[in-house]
């Protein structure tokens, strides 16, 4: 049984059918990045990204330029925001497989299935967010190297090497070089004995710092328009902070990605096979491909096993060179397999009954039997194909019910639209604004917000509704302030695990 590459390819495209049908956007991290999008939009600036007015150096302007040529072309909607990852994952896709040719092309190639059916591949390629991306370009990059290794350099090769290094930074900073740099570095442990084209190191690393240097370009424009601190910021200081450990809600001790790592290669951590195939990969010098895949793995995992910051996304652009390595292994899925996840299946419903305080009523348990269900029917469907289509195939049924029967639910809890889309409809009738407390931009794109925020702290939000007329306030805890302005709020909005509490002037 053979899957068509095409059918492979449209995949994510499907999941964003289902995400924009079944969820709604998310805070803090999708409402934010719709919302520096959307100033982008409505301010007309294209250089410098902003967050309620204010510059936003925590991440550079690549997926926004790509959301707003959507939205020039589309119209203003998030629908072109899942969009956007939907492409970059399925480009991504596509990368891997001219990459399997590559490297192994007289064998069959599995491994765009095989990334496709990764359970955190399919969960940040429903996400609006940088990751994606990040990986897109990553894959690029070490497709474009292979490629000038075994066929030599040409203009277009070295040329879109070279633009792979200034997109990637412009995609998530300096992080880039992490997973760009090392397969460079460390060409004389893989590269092939029999290479016929031998080109030399320093000519790919002059090819890196050219495309390093192209992103000055865009530099010197945001110095026309910012100051250095803005520079100091997006690509210095906030990479150090994470590095030194400044950012505690993303500590982690040093062994965190040990742990984190087989959620990340569900489903195929589950399998013996598959780990015995990664120990392999410490004695496979006699093979240069695995041996650029240890490189593209390893290194990068062991630098962010050191950075005291660690989220798991940070570690989605090596899922290609695990999908590489995965599609030459034959795992074999029997029906005892689907009763060792069950718990998982269900894991959102035994949730609802330990954390009540968030508002799971859309949630049953009959969501979760219906997800397996659907399971163990497709796998007697599929009970007679090969096997190594069989896993990520039911994988993806997985995911499509999930994001049918469980996801809405959680989304629902996450979502601001109710609170933005009302303080929309106020500031459209004149009212100022001001939000008490770390605000993450959660209204601006969802409420269409046209001015910024004016932003308050406790103290300062105390009688501020009284020195004017058509005054809001927004809160996100309305339980806690309801005590502070004595009196409790004219609206009150069910978000995550509390409520949005918003006091109108008198």
Known sequence: MRIDKRAVLLLPFVWAFFSIAFRDVTAVDESRYLTVAWEMWINGNFVVPTLNGEFYSHKPPLLFWFTNILWLLGGVDEFWGYLVQAFFSSLTIWIVYRLDKLLFPKEDRYSPLILASFFSWFIYSIFYSFDVLLTCIVTLNIYLLVKIVLEGSSKKSITGYLLTYTAGILAKGPVFLIF????????????????KNRIKVRTLLLASLGGILLVFVWVYLVFVYTDPSYLREILISQHLSRVHGDKPPHDTPWWGYIVIMPFLLLPYSVKREFWKEVSNLFSSSNDWRKMLLSVWIFIP????????????????????????LIGKIDLQVRKTFWF?????????????????????????LLSGVMVFTIMLISYTYLEKSFSRLKLPLLANIFYIALLAFILPSFAANFSPRKAAELIGVYESQGYEIAFVGRHHGEFGFLG???????ILTENSSLGWLDEGTKRMLVVTEAGKYTEIFGRPPDIKIPYRSRHIGIWLSR
């Open 301 to 324: 995992f062991l630098i962010f096993t050191f950075i005291p910051s660690k989220r798991p996304h940070y570690l989605l652009p090596i899922l290609p060179a695990f999908a590489l």
């Open 448 to 454: 269409r917000l046209k001015k910024p925020l004016v």
């Open 180 to 195: 760009a740099l090392p397969p460079v570095l460390f060409i004389k442990f893989w590269r092939p004995r029999e290479e």
């Open 340 to 364: 060792k996840i069950f718990p998982v299946v269900l894991l959102p419903s035994i949730l609802k009954f330990h954390f009540t305080d968030y508002d799971f009523s859309n949630l049953s």
